[in-house]
């Protein structure tokens, strides 16, 4: 934990905080906590100095004026030693009350300069400091003195925003202890102190990560209206977008998925349990979005991102962060890389040539061979090792004539089976070897195809029986016939039904739970004044007025842009043809934290099946609506759940209004119901066995 923690003291409720939080941190370790005060005296003197002039006529003989200056420095400066000395005495006896060592220092000077001065000559390894001091006011978001210093330490720096008895009790906590990760080394190094924070005070921890999938769409849109014909027809608007949406969008989900799998890992060998998220759009705005709705105790920041240069004072989404998020904020500067193989493992993969090549290489020196060739790709960016990545890299870490030396060597042991006992290179073979025996006996390797055919066996077997022709037409579509979109409980990531595994975080089985769009779809009325838009790369797209007018309350130009974006990606993406204003709302206004709903108490495929489609008078629009929902289980069970909606609401007269209105609450009920871990199979007809 921390050997020795800082706190400016000012007498103010933020700094009496940070003494509270240090006292907390110090708790059964051997941390001493060091106190300070700035006092200006020098500065009251200049500056009454500057006042002789404005003095009544009896103070401007020069005899008076020397004996005015002098009482006025002795006032000042032992007042202020007073003062300092009192500020300083309320962490010193709440310190020796917890049986913490303590040491005070009463520095002069302005205050801002004094304090960067003593963080960066001594070995504080914590300062904890408020946002604000005895000069804030309504609208104060930070103060000068913390933004001054902040701004010129490379020392952990925790900043407290969030007072209880200043700002009231939070509607909702989750006291969560929250780290955002970009890959940065900074990002890591405030993941390892969060788990020690965490630990400490007894919180939950949890760690976020976010990219960006809608910036290119709404860069691309923003260019049609710049690039001329022959231009557009150059930049290939649809390839680019194409190339986004196949590889770099899911690259990017994949490579921050990674960031969270490293993470998860790194806490797990700290022996500590945590939760992770992954959230996508604007950094800056989805972890604010995030800290407003979780209200964490504390979010936990990397000082620079992963893209700053390594001279930045402090990155942008965390300065903007600081200023606005409402809880406890600490800026991360230390820096920790994690372990080459753990990167690895969630980061890099191996094309067939390149595991081959691998295989050449001598089973003696292939694990330290290995890591090499692993850190040489992690260091330039690599993501697939290639047969020319290995050549690159045994060129630039061997020196010439190595490889074809430890060929020899390996041959020559293989040929004459010499021990060569005592050793490193006998050391090195029997820890392979000790290695490896475990799965000696295994002759096969399991290729990808039969790995994602074991996978596929597996969720098939999931059920009671493989699904019929039937069920698996019935699959492709949903009630409404739109292609059925499969998303991700791990990572929300979206994607075709036809899936069996998440491509960004490789999540298999109930995990995958299809997205019910029944409710996404527009009335008679909604698709009146229906608006067709084409998008940069020509694919056309309605909107309802009622969904256009909603993304017209957004400020236009780039805000508008990138909500637009957000909306017409997504619809792409689930193969939704007209956005409506329930669709365009359910992105624009999504909320991160998912409130905790009641599900209904009903056995969501048996809803209304025990009525008979004969209890009721059905319209021929209601019967026509019906028949475009595809034929077997789906339709007998989107019929079943209007009989039910309509039963229990005495309606025995279904007309188009009550078939839709029936299917849409249907559909929300099943909604909570996945919200709440139903899987899949809960939606499956059973078929009930008879003794």
């Known amino acids: 934990m921390f050997k020795h923690i800082y706190i400016p003291v000012d007498n103010s409720d933020y ?30 003197d200049v500056r009454f100095r500057q006042m002789e002039s404005g003095l009544p006529e009896e103070y401007q003989d020069e005899e008076e004026l020397e004996k005015q200056r002098g009482i006025h420095d002795q006032l000042i400066t032992k007042g202020m030693e007073v003062i300092t000395d009192s500020y300083l005495d309320v962490p010193k006896d709440r310190c020796k009350e917890a049986g913490v060592t303590f040491e005070g220092k009463s520095l002069e000077g ?53 007072i209880p008895a200043l700002h009231g009790e939070k509607s909702y906590s989750s006291d969560k202890v929250v780290v955002a990760v970009d890959g940065s080394g900074h990002s890591f190094g405030g993941l390892k102190t969060g788990i020690e924070i965490a630990r400490n005070l007894n ?180 993501s697939m090792i290639t047969s020319s990545v290995i050549t690159e890299a045994v060129q630039n870490i061997l020196p010439a004539g190595a490889m074809q030396a430890m060929r020899a060597v390996g041959q020559r042991i293989k040929e004459e089976d010499e021990t060569l006992k005592g050793t490193l290179l006998d050391d090195v073979s029997d820890e392979i070897m000790k290695a490896h025996a475990a799965t000696s006996d295994q002759a096969i390797v399991e290729t990808e195809e039969e790995k994602e055919a074991r996978l596929s066996k597996e969720v098939i077997e999931k059920f009671e029986e493989p699904l019929t022709p039937e069920l698996e037409v019935a699959f492709s579509k949903d009630a409404v016939g739109h292609d059925v979109t499969l998303k991700c409980g791990e990572c929300g990531t979206l994607m075709k039904s036809d899936v069996i595994k998440c491509f960004v975080c490789g999540a298999t089985g109930e995990t995958l739970s299809p997205v019910w769009k029944e409710g996404f779809v527009p009335n008679d009325q909604e698709k009146e004044g229906m608006s067709t838009v084409t998008s940069f790369d020509d694919v056309e797209i309605q909107w309802t007025q009622d969904a256009l007018s909603l993304l017209e309350s957004y400020p236009i130009g780039h805000i508008r842009r990138k909500a637009c974006a957000r909306v017409e990606k997504n619809a792409r993406i689930q193969n939704i ?4 204003k329930a669709f365009a709302d359910s992105l624009l206004n999504d909320r991160i934290v998912k409130q905790k709903v009641e599900v209904p108490a009903k056995n969501y495929m048996n809803y209304g099946s025990e009525h008979s489609p004969e209890d009721f008078n059905w319209s021929k629009e209601a019967l026509e609506r019906l028949e475009r929902v595809p034929k077997g289980f789906m339709r007998d069970n989107t019929r079943n759940r209007v009989m039910g909606y309509c039963a229990d609401n005495n309606i025995k007269d279904i007309s188009l209004e009550a078939c839709e209105e029936g299917i849409r609450e249907s559909v929300k009920m099943m909604e909570q119901a996945i919200s709440q871990g139903a899987g899949l199979e809960d939606f499956i007809p059973k078929n009930e066995v008879s003794a």
């Open 577 to 580: 043809k007209t956005i409506s």
């Open 203 to 382: 919180k939950p921890l949890e760690i976020i990560s976010t990219f960006d999938p809608y910036f290119h769409y709404a860069m691309f849109n923003s260019l049609t209206g710049v690039l001329s014909r022959e231009a557009s027809k150059v930049f290939k608007f649809e390839q680019q977008e194409k190339l986004h949406e196949d590889i770099i969008d899911k690259g990017l989900a994949k490579i921050y998925q990674a960031h969270l799998e490293i993470s998860r890992k790194i806490a797990e060998e700290e022996g500590m349990e945590c939760t992770i998220r992954l959230l996508d759009g604007k950094v800056f705005e989805k972890v604010l979005q995030y800290a407003r709705e979780e209200n964490p105790y504390l979010l936990i920041l990397g000082r620079i991102g992963v893209h700053s240069a390594p001279d930045m004072d402090i990155g942008g989404n965390t300065e903007n962060l600081l200023r606005l998020v409402p809880c406890n904020v600490l800026l991360s500067s230390k820096v920790f890389k994690p372990p080459i193989d753990m990167q690895a493992e969630e980061t890099i993969e191996w094309t067939v040539e390149g595991k081959e090549r691998l295989k050449k290489i001598p089973g003696f020196v292939r694990p330290m061979a290995t890591a090499a060739i692993l850190r040489y790709a992690l260091e330039r960016g690599h």
């Open 15 to 44: 700094s009496n905080t940070c003494i509270d939080l240090a006292l907390e941190l110090a708790k059964g370790h051997e941390t001493k906590i060091t106190a300070s005060h700035v006092y200006a005296a020098k500065m009251h």
């Open 110 to 162: 302005r205050n801002w300069i004094e304090l960067v001065r003593d963080i960066k000559e001594t070995d504080y390894d914590l300062v904890i400091m408020g946002a604000l001091g005895l000069g804030a006011i309504k609208d104060s978001q930070m103060g000068t003195v913390a933004e001054r210093v902040i701004r010129r330490i490379e020392t952990d720096t925790l900043v407290i925003k969030d």
